[in-house]
């Protein structure tokens, strides 16, 4: 949940200064879990990768196959910057990401043009991501309701128009009749199965972690939506019996421990500040 080194940031500054997401709304509630965010993200990715342009650009331009560990954290520090960054330097730290994907472009193996800053394409990056959060913490954390499920989806709209995405989903329904349309377009690929090899064996949690990582991995694939879930690189992957009752309690455990000084305690911290009020206790 901490930032990489080179991108520290101190979330408790300005004093006062609101997010793009709502103070304690259920952003705030779903990425202040470790598990549900692991989860969540390689759901999102999962997703991003069944997706041929989308695919492509990130397969061709992203460090991911190096540092796979690093090019984790690196897009984690955004996501925290989204959610509970001042929205002054959530802003700043979009334009900046908008302007390297003005530089991603090119040809899929299909023979698709593509281009990363395509309203369409930035429109399914949201949703997916969007989707694999909020569906990691119902699943695995605490159930949502529906208004909350629609509400996770609206809090992220500021940040995706901010990106580029004019009609990403506001609410699960939304989600729904995207993930849909996109569906035919959906596939497998040689890359799907090499992301999973990777994130096995990649050292991306800690080490006292590391031999949860498979674990949380499975979880992932387990709440990956059709048809993405039965691809053949992915059919008959996801958990085994009576693992959901573990990354449950991991969740849980997860979601009652100190957080520390991340990005949400400071967040909250920050606006406390400007409003006279104590935070809430950690």
Do not use: C
């Not at 992301?195 to 991306?204: E, Q, R």
């Not at 694939?221 to 996801?238: A, D």
Request: hydrophobic share 45%; net charge positive.
């Amino acid at each position: 949940m901490r930032p990489p080194e080179g991108m520290a940031f101190d979330f408790s500054q300005p004093a006062g200064e609101p997010a793009l997401t709502p103070a304690h709304g259920v952003s705030w509630r779903v990425f202040a879990n470790p598990v549900s965010l692991f989860v969540g993200g390689v759901v999102a990715v999962l997703l991003e990768l069944a997706e041929p342009s989308v695919r492509t650009g990130v397969w061709e331009y992203s460090s991911f196959r190096r540092d796979p560990g690093m090019r984790l954290r690196r897009t984690g520090s955004a996501a925290m910057m989204t959610v509970y960054g001042p929205r002054s330097a959530a802003r700043q730290m979009i334009a900046k990401v908008v302007r390297m994907h003005g530089h991603v472009a090119g040809i899929t193996p299909g023979g698709r043009a593509y281009r990363a800053n395509d309203p369409h394409l930035l429109d399914w990056v949201h949703a997916t991501a969007a989707f694999g959060f909020t569906e990691a913490y119902h699943r695995y954390v605490q159930a949502l309701s529906t208004a909350e499920k629609d509400a996770a989806f609206a809090e992220g709209a500021p940040s995706a128009r901010l990106y580029g995405a004019s009609g990403a989903p506001e609410s699960w329904s939304e989600w729904e009749a995207l993930l849909g349309a996109t569906a035919p377009g959906l596939e497998g690929s040689a890359i799907l199965h090499e992301f999973l090899k990777i994130m096995a064996g990649a050292p991306i949690l800690p080490a006292p972690l590391r031999p949860l990582q498979g674990l949380l991995v499975r979880a992932a694939l387990e709440i990956t939506p059709e048809p993405v879930r039965s691809l053949p690189q992915l059919r008959g992957r996801g958990l085994r019996f009576g693992e959901a009752a573990l990354v449950r309690t991991l969740a849980r455990v997860a979601a009652r421990l100190p957080l520390g000084d991340t990005p949400p305690v400071q967040a909250a911290r920050r606006l406390a500040a400007g409003s006279g009020d104590a935070p809430p206790r950690s």
